[in-house]
């Protein structure tokens, strides 16, 4: 019908973006955006093409067209709710969070029913460290659509970050209920199973982390139900490098159950991983594997080993940094003259949650007054970061000499100190068996469970929790004071 419409008129704008919006449906994008592209070409003022077009966009990733066209489609209709609200989905996406802030609010005063600006707004404000008023906005998109899962299950998180963890349970349960394939509030239910220390109801939930990048592999799984003794098990990668790090501590026990390990590994942990006791051969991701008799994911290894609290394999240390690369970082150190201290107060940008777990350089520089030596353990920094160490000169720059974790192994190892907050390189210190402060935020990611400064993981750690969201200035006083103590024993 369509078809005949732009046959009868080839020349309307409206036939065009009809078409486009059919298309749509179908997922004919590619076929979308050129009629899209006509209708806006018969009429620069149609704010509905723009718009669509935008979407397009956005859902390609090409975030900065998708604002100019939102930006057109508002030039022609400042009162244009949907042009708003997808323009804070992209300033959302792009971690301008303040900027989606303003565009949410500005879509829900112009359309207060809708439902998922009311949703994103609350996430926005989680990211922002405003948990009660995220969830003011989850309760009132609650009121318009009480059969939300996604809303609910978002609720849940802000619920958690306040750490009212049996409402944060409760609403995890109800986005169940209302759609129970939903990965998302599975995964949540294990992560606060697990943070709450129910190891054992929370590993098996754990696995739905999988459903998110599903992997395939040739061979079975293995979850620990059969014997892998005289079996080659590939252990392949997964997560971040810290939960590398961390996990990777089972190797050493699949090996005395009599299996001959291949463990899948990051090319920035290659080096540190080949001193790993247990491992049979090292494979990067983009290398072929060798033929193999099972398989099992780095993170299901504590479920296959029926971990609880009490049984985690917490020797330290299981990861080493090699002789040479010590001997070159000391010299390169030179004479001890005071207690060696490094600091790594940021972790990577693209973390979802990096805003509230990464610190800026100058929050950290009242610490540098210490008398200890200070050096940086960051192979990057950030652009505000740079100018504050160069500024100020006192915290000792080793990026250039840090090709991957090895060296920074090395570094480490020539501490006697390490202060970082929740990153790679705080499981590195923890796996090296060397003394680390590490900062943890109020509601902070399972591993570290609840109300505790030690951590069962990692003997030699003492952790530093906030003790409201968002707020470091108590976390780095208690630091500084501990840390002179520290200075004035050494």
Same mark, same amino acid.
């Given at each position: ?36 592209? =006509?209708?806006?070409? +018969? ?17 390609? &990733? ?31 996406? /792009? ?111 754990? =696995? ?69 006791? &247990? ?5 990067? /991701? ?44 000391? +010299?390169?150190? &030179? ?12 972790? &990577? ?33 950030? /652009? ?107």
């Amino acid at each position: 019908m369509q078809e005949r419409a732009l046959e009868l008129e080839p020349d309307s704008p409206i036939a065009h973006y009809t078409r486009a919006r059919m298309l749509r449906e179908l997922r004919r994008d590619e076929e979308a955006y050129i009629s899209l592209c =006509e209708a806006i070409g +018969r009429d620069p003022r149609l704010a509905q093409a723009y718009n669509e077009r935008g979407n397009i966009r956005r859902e390609q &990733g090409d975030l900065g067209a998708a604002i100019v066209d939102y930006d057109r489609a508002l030039a022609v209709r400042p009162d244009y709710a949907d042009a708003h609200y997808h323009r804070a989905l992209v300033l959302q996406d /792009s971690r301008q969070l303040t900027a989606a802030l303003l565009a949410y609010d500005r879509a829900i005063s112009l359309d207060p029913r809708m439902v998922e600006a009311h949703n994103n707004r609350g996430r926005v404000l989680r990211m922002l460290n405003r948990p009660d008023e995220a969830l003011a906005a989850y309760d009132r998109a609650l009121a318009l659509n009480p059969e939300s899962a996604d809303v609910h299950n978002n609720r849940g998180v802000v619920l958690k970050v306040l750490r009212r963890f049996e409402e944060a349970l409760a609403s995890y349960v109800r986005a169940i209920e209302l759609r129970p394939d939903h990965r998302d509030a599975h995964w949540n239910v294990a992560l606060l199973l697990l943070l709450t220390g129910h190891f054992a109801e929370g590993w098996p939930l754990y =696995e739905w982390r999988q459903a998110f990048a599903p992997r395939r592999f040739p061979q079975p799984a293995w979850l620990g139900a059969v014997s892998v003794a005289g079996k080659r098990i590939l252990v392949h990668a997964e997560q971040g490098l810290g939960d590398f790090i961390q996990f990777c501590r089972y190797v050493p026990l699949l090996t005395h159950a009599g299996a001959e390990v291949v463990l899948e590994v990051p090319a920035a942990l290659k080096r540190l991983a080949s001193t790993l006791r &247990g491992v049979s051969r090292l494979v990067e /991701s983009q290398e072929a594997f060798p033929e193999c008799d099972l398989h099992c994911a780095m993170l299901s290894l504590p479920l296959a080993f029926r971990t609880t609290v009490a049984t985690i394999p917490s020797e330290v240390p299981y990861l080493h940094a090699s002789p040479s690369a010590c001997v070159a970082a000391n +010299r390169r150190l &030179g004479e001890r003259r005071r207690l060696r201290v490094g600091l790594a107060w940021a972790g &990577g940008i693209d973390h979802e949650d990096d805003r509230n777990r990464s610190l800026a350089l100058e929050s950290v520089v009242p610490l540098l007054a210490i008398e200890a030596e200070f050096h940086a353990l960051q192979k990057e920094y950030r /652009s505000e970061d740079r100018a504050v160490l160069e500024r100020d000169g006192r915290l000792l720059d080793h990026h250039a000499e840090l090709s991957d974790f090895a060296d920074t192994a090395a570094l480490v190892a020539a501490m006697d100190l390490v202060i970082a907050v929740d990153t790679a390189v705080a499981h590195l210190a923890g796996a090296l068996g060397k003394p680390v402060w590490i900062l943890i935020t109020y509601s902070p990611d399972f591993r570290w469970l609840l109300d505790r400064s030690d951590s069962p993981w990692y003997p030699t750690a003492t952790l530093f929790r906030q003790s409201a969201p968002g707020v470091w200035t108590d976390v780095l006083a208690r630091v500084a004071g501990r840390l002179r103590e520290e200075v004035r024993h050494a």
